[in-house]
């Protein structure tokens, strides 16, 4: 068993980055669960992710976020793949830095777009430009808790596992 298995596994990055597919396909090859934190979130919560940005607001659904990563920070062995913005609270970093192994999934905001089907379910993907914008805004944040990087460009999500795995 790979060591860092022992402690939650998170996974970081951008909308788009892969967090979510490349997690299932670790958890089928690793035998260990995985958990979508927004999935985990709106199941708890009853809402859509999209509903609780309209109705509540941003700064709300980061408050709901935070009890989400504290619940799932004390499960493991677990992979979770967190919301693009988890690194976003101080209080979030503390537990990602903390509690768990960080893996950080680089994208760009054209593949990151090229790869989301859907963005009525991801209220804050506006445009290319703001994508960009917000990615470079959250690099030095996503950075500040990685203890592996791992650039998904061009890669399938196969290839993007087996990477993670040699890191783990
Ligand atoms: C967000 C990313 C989304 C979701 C919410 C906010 C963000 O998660 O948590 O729409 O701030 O980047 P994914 O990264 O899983 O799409």
């Not at 790979?2 to 090859?29: C, D, I, N, W, Y």
């Not at 503390?94 to 593949?111: H, M, S």
């Not at 960009?132 to 290839?159: F, M, N, Q, W």
């Amino acid at each position: 068993m790979v060591s860092e298995l022992a402690k939650p596994v998170f996974f970081v990055g951008f909308m788009g980055a892969g967090k979510t597919s490349v997690a299932r396909k670790l958890a089928r090859t690793c035998g260990i669960a995985s958990v979508d934190m927004d999935t985990y979130l709106e199941r708890r919560e009853g809402k859509r992710v999209r509903e609780l940005f309209a109705e509540a607001g941003e700064d709300a659904f980061r408050a709901i976020e935070t009890d989400v990563l504290r619940e799932l920070a004390e499960k493991e062995p677990l992979l979770v793949s967190c919301g693009g913005g988890a690194v976003l609270r101080p209080e979030n970093r503390a537990i990602l830095a903390e509690r768990g192994y960080v893996v950080y999934l680089q994208v760009t905001a054209d593949e990151a777009a090229s790869r989301i089907s859907d963005v009525s379910t991801r209220p804050l993907f506006r445009d290319l430009d703001t994508a960009r914008a917000t990615i470079e805004a959250r690099l030095p944040l996503y950075e500040d808790v990685a203890d592996a990087v791992v650039d998904t460009s061009g890669k399938s999500v196969a290839a993007i596992a087996r990477e993670v795995r040699g890191v783990l």
